[in-house]
Each structure stands twice: as structure tokens, then as C-alpha cells.
């Protein structure tokens, strides 16, 4: 089975631009979560979504959104970026969403704000 | 609010040594996840424990789980450098679907 793809994998935007992150769970996953890792911070819970509906919200402001799809797969967009934006966000996907479920992570995309 | 607080934060040691992780909450969790992520890549699930008292070894890995379940401890027997990586712990309560996520232990193993 392929892994969980995210695109793009690197990115560079500037202050007040919007982006939008695209990831692709492994197959037959039904369960999408997305985090953001700082070094500081670590890996903050933004949301998780199960069939097309968010189950799940982090404390992060409403710039953040996001949805997934019929397929499953989802994006996660970002608007009026701010340079505390700056992170790697990743993306994990797992068959169910039980609280024993192994989350597969992607890669994650890379987003820098100047 | 929950929190899992992990040390030490960064460490660096020589081939060969031994090294102990540490992941301490003062909350219950009903389970609790170890990952391992290298530069470039996502986090990689090791184990998850679930049971206090609980002890599971994965090759030179040794973990336990709190009798408690308010902690946890990642032990690794003579290092290697294909060790080096950011080790996570995450704890799960059962509440929701939310994982509560340690800030990570940098690991690098000079050869």
C-alpha cells in the first residue's frame, strides 16, 4: 500500500497570502488528522476529520480550515498568513479513529512566511 | 488542560552508551504511544502501551508504562547511530479523539 502523501512538500508564501496543503490518506483510511510542529511547540492537534465531517478541533483560530472529501482526501487551508504560521504540517491518516488507532504520518509540507 | 511533558530535550552520546527518555503527565492516560521521526520524514509509530506496569522491548528498545499511567520511559541499550531521531510520546485518554503530544526528545548518537 502506497503511504500518505502530502503536496506540496515545500513552500514559501508571504504575510497576509492564504495556502492551501493537499494530503492523501492510505487507502481505505477513513480518518484524516492535521498537525502543525514547531520545535518549541511540538506537534499541535489542528483538526481531524472522518467521512467528510470535522470530528475534532485544536485551539488554533478560525484562519485555519479545512475538509476532506469523498475519497477521503483532504486539505487544509490557511488564510492571512502570519510568520508564526511558519511550521511543517503534517498529516496522518488511520482506518477508524479509535483511541488505540496507529496514526501513518506523511512526509508533511514545509510552509514558510516571510 | 492536559500535558505530557518529555526529557530530556535534546541528547547527545557516544556509540555503545545507554540512555533513558522520559515522558511524565499528571493525567491518567488510557494508552500511550512512542514515535520516532527522522529529519524530512513523519513520526513512525514503536509501540503503544496500555496496561500500568506495562513493559514492551523492540530489539535494543525497552518501554514501560507508569503503574500509575501517568508515565512513561523509552530505554535504549547500546546506541547506535541509526537510533539518532526525535522521539515522541503521545497519550491518549479516551475522552476524544485527540492524542496529547510530548514536545519530543532530540537523540543523537555519535559514532
Known amino acids: 500500500k502506497a503511504g500518505v502523501t502530502q503536496t506540496p512538500r515545500y513552500l514559501i508564501k508571504t504575510r497576509g497570502q492564504q495556502v492551501t496543503l493537499s494530503c492523501s490518506p492510505i487507502s481505505g483510511h477513513r480518518s484524516v488528522s492535521w498537525y502543525q510542529q514547531t520545535p518549541g511547540q511540538g506537534l499541535q492537534f489542528l483538526f481531524e476529520y472522518f467521512s467528510e465531517t470535522q470530528r475534532n478541533k485544536g485551539n488554533f483560530p478560525g484562519r485555519f480550515s479545512g475538509r476532506q472529501f469523498s475519497n477521503s482526501r483532504s486539505e487544509m487551508n490557511v488564510s492571512t498568513l502570519e510568520l508564526g504560521d511558519s511550521a511543517l504540517y503534517l498529516c496522518?491518516?488511520?482506518?477508524?479513529?479509535?483511541?488505540?488507532?496507529?496514526?501513518?504520518f506523511g512526509p508533511g509540507t514545509r510552509l514558510t512566511v516571510l | 488542560t492536559q500535558l505530557l511533558e518529555q526529557s530530556p530535550q535534546f541528547l547527545s552520546i557516544q556509540e555503545g552508551e545507554n540512555l533513558t527518555v522520559y515522558c511524565n503527565s499528571s493525567?491518567?492516560?488510557?494508552?500511550l504511544q512512542w514515535y520516532r521521526q527522522e529529519p524530512g520524514e513523519g513520526p513512525v509509530l514503536l509501540v503503544t502501551?496500555?496496561?500500568g506496569g506495562e513493559v514492551k522491548k523492540l530489539k535494543r528498545l525497552t518501554f514501560q508504562f507508569g503503574d500509575a499511567r501517568k508515565d512513561s520511559s523509552l530505554h535504549i541499550t547500546a546506541a547506535q547511530p541509526g537510533d539518532t531521531g526525535l522521539y515522541l510520546c503521545?497519550?491518549?485518554?479516551?475522552?476524544?479523539?485527540?492524542?496529547?503530544w510530548g514536545a519530543g526528545t532530540k537523540l543523537i548518537i555519535k559514532p
Open positions: 503521545a497519550g491518549a485518554s479516551g475522552r476524544n479523539y485527540q492524542l496529547i
Open positions: 496522518a491518516s488511520s482506518p477508524e479513529r479509535e483511541w488505540t488507532d496507529t496514526q501513518y
Open positions: 493525567s491518567v492516560f488510557s494508552s
Open positions: 502501551v496500555v496496561t
